[in-house]
């Protein structure tokens, strides 16, 4: 308990400390000069006042609301593709085979050439931004899954084929809790890849959300904007990234913690 | 003592093979028109092992394109009731064998006959406890114990009541809601114990089963399997590389030799009394005459199979 408690003061002290020096250097001149004019650096007092004001008017939900929908709906739909195809390819070899090199070339690409296509194809929208999280979230999935189908433990297979499963048993007992177990364990990172495809999008065209509002804070120089608009950002994520840690704590009770020893 | 355990033994071995006689003779009734046949196979069916392999040959297909030959020629008889234990050097074949009498894996040649009936495919009057862990990591000890009813066709209610009891028999029964990384090494194999035993299967095979488990623990799992299996005994292959444990469990302990092309190469009765105790039958001397008698032919196996597998 009193390490957790000096571990917050710490973790206290680095924001604090980094938003002083922040202040100083933009704000204090030192030997005649502001080492960071506040031009382009802004000041923390600036972006904290844009933050407040954002959500004092109320114009920051629209925002956070959208790059929410488009975040959720890129994983949801990516996942539902990955753990199909990732299923299918597992259990077809062969189809797997002819795949591979493919598979291999989109995901070897990076996604963000693939923004200017889906805007001309879904419009400025959330479903552009929707498509560029799904391709980022579905080889996640896709390849977890695939690999959870592929190292189920040939002892434990042997074992539920003694116990006299068949193949549909086989699937639903062995098969799908494994192939899901590697999902929910990648699934920090899905949801990630979900809200990067959904910013970077509309940070490329789009008429509303996070990346929207920095994009036009950019587009008029207003620096405070800016680091408001990533300051939000990373608020968001964290909180995304607890529900998640919370998400995955039930869902995964039956794996050993690694810190935790057991004999 | 011996003398009276030998007669319990005998008692059971003619019940077991007058309840087969009766058995066969209602086939016999069934099939009348069949005449001279169906006596033949009455005949054949009357003390048909439990497990028959007969010239079993097993060679695996090596990836520089070779033949290794696992397993030449075994001739190993299971009667029903009886506990064979299999001890050979390390990499001699014996998990090979096993996997043949599951079903887990087809000979190259040679028949497999279960209860006197060629084996196809799986052998679905076998129960069999693997050497490593072979839980269900996701599901906990109780449903573990109870998924082998459930995939037959069980209510899930009245799977997980008789789950529950077995996870009691094994001296488990506050330990069914959780998972297997939160048991220990030696509560694992109990949950495995009663994973297989709970679908009542006529043959078990075991493969080591309490190999990783420390000595005290090894004895305390081998007492409570010579329990439940006196209960209601069962065909049991047993396979170990421990000499001790395979005299102290079973009625006959069968010597194999080094591979590749590993055979049978010895059959020892086991003369000792059951009800037995793992810690004191070792205290007894026909156990130490008949180690002695059995590790001298095994002896110059395992330096062998040492000298093939470089120790492994």
Not at chain 1, 53 to 71: D, N, Y
Not at chain 1, 214 to 236: P, R, S
Not at chain 2, 187 to 215: C, N, S, T, W
């Amino acid at each position: 308990m009193p390490w957790r408690v000096t571990l917050f003061m710490l973790q206290l002290l680095v924001a604090i400390a980094s938003l002083l020096i922040w202040h100083i250097l933009t704000t204090v001149p030192i030997f005649g000069a502001t080492i960071l004019p506040p031009f382009f650096f802004s000041t923390p007092l600036d972006v904290a006042l844009r933050v407040v004001k954002w959500f004092a008017e109320g114009t920051i939900w629209k925002h956070l609301w959208i790059t929410l929908v488009e975040a959720m709906l890129a994983f949801v739909l990516g996942s539902v593709a990955g753990v199909l195809i990732g299923f299918w390819f597992a259990q077809q070899p062969r189809t797997a085979a002819v795949f591979d090199p493919y598979v291999k070339m989109i995901n070897a690409l990076p996604r963000i050439v693939l923004a200017p296509i889906f805007t001309l194809w879904f419009g400025l929208g959330i479903w552009s931004k929707v498509a560029l999280g799904v391709t980022l979230v579905f080889f996640i999935v896709f390849f977890n899954v695939y690999q959870g189908v592929k190292e189920v433990s040939p002892t434990v297979l042997a074992n539920a084929r003694m116990l006299g499963m068949n193949d549909r048993q086989l699937m639903r007992h062995v098969y799908w809790p494994s192939a899901l177990s590697w999902m929910f364990s990648s699934l920090h990172t899905s949801v990630g890849f979900a809200v990067v495809g959904a910013v970077v999008g509309e940070y490329l065209g789009s008429a509303a959300g996070l990346g929207y509002l920095i994009l036009q804070a950019e587009g008029i120089f207003d620096v405070a904007g800016v680091f408001a608009g990533m300051f939000v950002l990373a608020a968001f994520v964290i909180i995304i990234d607890g529900l998640v840690t919370r998400v995955e704590k039930r869902l995964l009770v039956w794996r050993p913690i690694a810190a935790e020893t057991r004999t | 003592m011996a003398g009276s355990g030998a007669h319990l033994q005998l008692g059971y071995r003619s019940l077991a093979f007058g309840a087969n006689r009766g058995h066969s003779v209602c086939r016999m009734r069934g099939s009348m028109a069949a005449g001279a046949t169906a006596e033949a196979e009455a005949r054949n069916r009357v003390g048909a092992a439990a497990v028959a392999l007969t010239d079993v040959t097993i060679a695996f297909r090596l990836s520089g394109g070779g033949l290794y030959e696992a397993v030449a020629r075994a001739l190993l008889n299971v009667a029903d009731g009886e506990f064979v234990a299999i001890v050979g050097p390390t990499g001699c074949g014996k998990t090979t064998l096993l996997n043949v009498a599951a079903g887990l894996f087809p000979p190259s040649s040679g028949r497999v006959n279960i209860f006197g009936t060629a084996l196809a495919g799986l052998n679905r009057q076998a129960g069999y406890l693997f050497q490593s862990d072979a839980l269900f990591p996701w599901k906990t000890a109780l449903e573990n114990v109870a998924i082998g009813l459930e995939t037959a066709g069980t209510p899930q209610s009245e799977a997980r009541d008789r789950a529950q009891a077995w996870l009691a028999r094994v001296g488990l029964a506050h330990f069914g809601a959780r998972y297997p990384h939160m048991l220990s090494g030696g509560q694992r194999k109990r949950v495995g114990l009663a994973q297989v035993l709970i679908r009542d299967p006529k043959i078990l095979l075991m493969d080591e089963p309490f190999g990783p488990l420390d000595a005290q623990t090894r004895q305390i799992m081998g007492n409570l399997l010579l329990d439940l299996w006196s209960a209601d005994r069962k065909a049991v292959m047993f396979v170990t590389h421990d000499l001790e444990e395979a005299i102290a469990l079973s009625d006959r302990v069968v010597i194999m030799s080094a591979g590749p092309a590993a055979r049978i190469i010895g059959d020892w009765r086991v003369p000792l009394a059951r009800p037995r105790d793992i810690a004191e039958v070792k205290l007894d001397r026909a156990f130490h005459e008949l180690h002695r008698e059995i590790w001298q032919a095994l002896k110059s196996e395992v330096l062998k199979g040492y000298a093939q597998t470089g120790g492994g």
